[in-house]
């Protein structure tokens, strides 16, 4: 079961371009996806996600299942870090600064694993839960503020931004306002409402995740390329970090009593780490922290490993121990 | 030349774009109200190469210009000195000259 | 009705979208439209809306109501200026060289906000004519000249951009040539040949205006609370003049015998104010006025306006007196 | 049955919208398409005909056929630059170094105009063998080193980008990673792998074509405008060239036997002149040849005959001869 | 240094993009033929913050540059001058070296 | 100033985008590792002019800009010099005042 997704998984189109980029950027193809199209992408695909979730909420009703599940996955982002920041300075031999940024990327959620794991359960014909990407939204944040407390001797010296422009920018950052406002839009018209603009926002869903995909794959080669500093042993906690939290996840999903799809989703997110909305609010409240580091582990390292590895193992696993 | 020139100081900070507003307020705690933000498509340094193609925007870098007075420029340089290494930013300072120097 | 035409128009995702954006401007989230994005839709709306215009027109046949239309459109973008350089100098207390400016804007069109009136007009199954998007593009460009020449003092001093180039800017400006150019296409090859190419510009219109409008409104916001000289009395008017000229607009268009929807369109285009094209004009002609008062008032007062309350005001008030 | 093509490609909305942009370019309209949106529109349409491709060949089976309409292919790429140096250099009065660059483009092909003859053979019902997107890729660059070899004198001596960064370029460039992917996963996918993402990559593709080709006239014309140093000769040659080297495609397809669109399309193929790919690679590698030259005759000349009557003339040449 | 090093002036001009012909022309008329034209992102002064986000080009700025003699300087700020009010410029000067000095 | 502020050479080459790379080896062969890459939108020059909006990106250009010691430059500029004019740079040099000395 665990190879038969593995390779399904594998053999999708959206797979495979994001391997196609991941060779471009290897080879030092000069193929190159403006950053306005990435941005447009993101921006669409962020919007769609949270439409369709909002309608099958809509049609699925609110349950105390949501409830139950949001607590999950804030309660994950906020622990998650906890561990993460032993292992780094352990084993991963890095500073007390740095290990907190990293830290905080890998308790927070990436919404394109997020979106890459949803389509492969679609393709298995198992939908996750529609609520899910409500959950993912409000994992994104609570990492932050315990990747800084992990850091905070770190905080007190030098000027520095004012924290309640770092509060703003977790709370309020781009993707949660859009993620959960497509979210609230979906609920509130629903199926029929959102008719005229499925078209754009279901039809065209997977077509533009391939050419993210690509997209994406680039960017994770091009930075491996470029990254420095980044040692065997942070490349292995790379791996094993999502390995252990997707456990966690995938466990704890079950043990709530989540359906098997849903819980691999709280999986998926539990083992994706952040590369988009942390960085920014590190860069801003961490300056020391080297963006080269946690970017490169996280995009380098973890998503491609998650995207083609690591979504269908904790699949296969929720789908033994769920049923 | 037949107008009014006086001499100014062109301060150039390459920074990482989400520090911008910490140098506008910087500059503002400094008497500077004025300045603009210049494009960085990518570049070298101690730090390596990067270019802005990234999705997360946390490695794109901008210039924040702004042309002030000897003593305003003195004060701004004095706040961003601790911050070169900490923020890991690029700092030049060069000559101007501009015409309505009430303005600057 | 009114009410429910108002509604139905605020459950639309479209508009919903529009209000997703103003929240994010407003609570300064990051979330943030590249500019390229932005202009990549707009140069799809306006190809999509003059292909469908075109191929409408081409279904319908032209008809002497296309040319009576016309001329009361051009005829609204000349006189509306007047009365609008009165109200703005003696009620709103700007100088001439700033009301003539302003003035220029609301005798002009907004695409955007043409283009939502007629999707809320379509999704309540009542179509206004095809003719109408020429009828806009017609629109656009008379107001600038009225506007100029009620500036005229003003003009005379200084070096500027030769007159030729002004002209070469109004006649010629990117909107107007995509419009007419893309009406002319749906009008030449039809339905039939339009066949292959309506999967982008038909099914895909609404989705693609969602994301627009979410741009638009987190531009609306954003220069709502960058806009400085904004006096009370200037939003008020922001407010008054488009209801007034969205009057003179639906009354005109029943009275030259315009079906309902159409006249209620008429009254749509009077009551917009155009934020693209004028300002780009008014920028090279007429520099000492400030732009940061028309694109104010126009974007982050007028357009907000009309998209949420005005359409369906004129809407209703076309089918009351239109009946 | 020429002129039967010819007005029908000439009325479909690609054309058109070919031609709106040409217009628009030469009154100097500001109509502007971003560059970011340019570049995104032609990633779609490479990794689209990629895809298409690859799925029509999982169909048909791989064929003895296509390996010898790549051979065919390479052989054009190697062999046409000659002829067309000889005429540059005699006809079109320019200097050795130009002419090896202007050659180089010849020789080499115009993903654009591909394109834009498959939809028209397609409107046609005529389809051309999906192998052919392969056969196009293959043909990019044999005509670079050709003509560096032409040039070889001017390599010799300075300062110059290494020989390897060239070979890299060459081979690696962007448009033959992503075409050969692209034709790799719809090969590994199939039709119905590949069905989930079909709405984006079948039915998206020839609206987006419209507002590319919108682009590319904008492009074309301005170019027009802008070039200087193109006299009258080289327009001239910028049309019979790829008549000329059209009917060679056309023949030497027919003579090994493929069908008559397939012949067409080989004719389209030599005809075609690049200006993408091979601009980037001349300027690192012969800076000395003049850009404005070689992209004003592929781009401002070559391209617009080839759209608007060039294709039409290869399809019925190769109609004719090949019944 | 060994190459032929002559010294010139730099201008920079901040413009609102619809300016930008009005600039050349006025450059043209000053006997300037060579410029660039960089783009700016935003920015803040006495009319307050701005950014290039904005669906209308028309408060979108960018820095017309150019390098030229003393002479032609001095032609173009004449002519510029009345302008920096009435068209909201701003303008800085600089020392520059350049070799092919004739070029400039 | 209380800071250690030294004077170094600001350069900056105006140079077609697929040429970047070979002045990031020449700086290198200077002994000159770091620099930034900003973006023009477009010019006018001796051979035109040109805008970035090409779809083939071999027209588009951007600014080299690096500051280094006046030993490093003038090793630059000696490796620049013959390129003028083959490759269509354009080449300015003006004086840079920097802190952190050491780096640059
Ligand atoms: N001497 C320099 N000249 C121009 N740009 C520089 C210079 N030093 C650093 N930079 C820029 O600043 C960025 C960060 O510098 P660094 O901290 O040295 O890696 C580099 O990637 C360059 O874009
Ligand atoms: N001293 C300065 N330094 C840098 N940029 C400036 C300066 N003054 C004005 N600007 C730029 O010019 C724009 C218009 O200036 P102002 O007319 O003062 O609002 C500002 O938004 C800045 O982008
Ligand atoms: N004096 C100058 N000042 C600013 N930019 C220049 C100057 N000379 C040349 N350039 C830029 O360099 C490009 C190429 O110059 P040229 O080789 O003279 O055509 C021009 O299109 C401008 O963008
Ligand atoms: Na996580
Ligand atoms: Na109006
Ligand atoms: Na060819």
């Known amino acids: 079961m665990a190879i038969d997704v593995g390779i399904s998984a594998l053999l999708s189109p959206m797979i495979l371009f994001f391997i196609l980029g991941g060779f471009a950027g290897l080879v030092r193809s000069d193929l190159n996806v403006p950053d306005a199209m990435g941005k447009a992408m993101s921006i669409y695909l962020m919007a769609a996600i949270g439409l369709k979730g909002g309608i099958s909420v809509a049609e699925a009703g609110l349950s105390s299942q949501f409830a139950i599940a949001l607590l999950a996955g804030v309660g994950l982002s906020l622990l998650l870090p906890v561990p993460a920041f032993a292992a780094l300075q352990r084993v991963g031999a890095v500073d007390r600064t740095n290990a907190a940024a990293i830290a905080a990327h890998y308790g927070s959620v990436s919404v394109v694993t997020f979106v890459t794991g949803s389509e492969i359960l679609n393709a298995l014909s198992m939908p996750p839960a529609g609520y899910m990407v409500a959950v993912m939204a409000a994992m994104e944040t609570p990492a932050i503020i315990i990747g800084l407390l992990l850091a905070r001797s770190t905080l007190a010296s030098g000027p520095s931004i004012p924290k309640s422009a770092m509060w703003h920018e977790s709370l309020l950052n781009g993707s949660v306002v859009l993620l959960l406002g497509s979210f609230a839009i979906g609920l509130a018209v629903g199926k029929e409402g959102a008719a005229p603009v499925l078209p754009v926002f279901d039809a065209g869903f997977r077509g533009i995740l391939c050419l993210f995909l690509l997209d994406m794959g680039l960017i994770a080669a091009r930075r491996l390329r470029e990254t420095r500093n980044l040692t065997w042993r942070l490349i292995g906690l790379g791996i ?49 922290a080297d963006p080269g580091l946690s970017l490169g582990m996280a995009l380098a390292v973890t998503f491609p490993f998650n995207v083609t590895i690591g979504i269908p193992l904790y699949i296969a696993m929720a789908t033994r121990i769920g049923a | 030349m ?56 946390a490695q794109a870098k901008l210039i924040f210009l702004t042309v002030a007075s000897e003593e305003k420029t003195d004060r701004l340089v004095e706040q ?16 101007v000259d501009v015409v309505r120097g009430q303005r600057f």
Chains 1, 3, 4 share one sequence.
């Open chain 1, 240 to 288: 094993a970090l999502p390995v252990l939290q997707g456990v966690v996840g995938v466990s704890l999903g079950t043990v709530i009593g989540l359906d098997v799809p849903t819980a691999a989703v709280l999986g998926i997110l539990a083992a994706s780490a952040s590369y988009i909305a942390v960085p920014a609010v590190m860069r801003m409240s961490l300056p020391q």
């Open chain 2, 2 to 57: 037949t107008l009014n020139v006086v001499q100014r100081r062109r301060i150039e900070v390459l920074v990482d774009r989400p520090l911008a507003p910490l140098l506008a307020e910087l500059a503002r705690n400094s008497g500077i109200t004025s300045y603009s933000l210049l494009p960085v498509l990518g570049g070298a340094g101690h730090n390596g190469v990067w270019t802005d193609e990234e999705i997360s925007g």
């Open chain 2, 80 to 95: 961003l000195a601790p911050l070169l290494d900490s923020h890991g930013l690029v700092l030049f300072l060069s000559a």
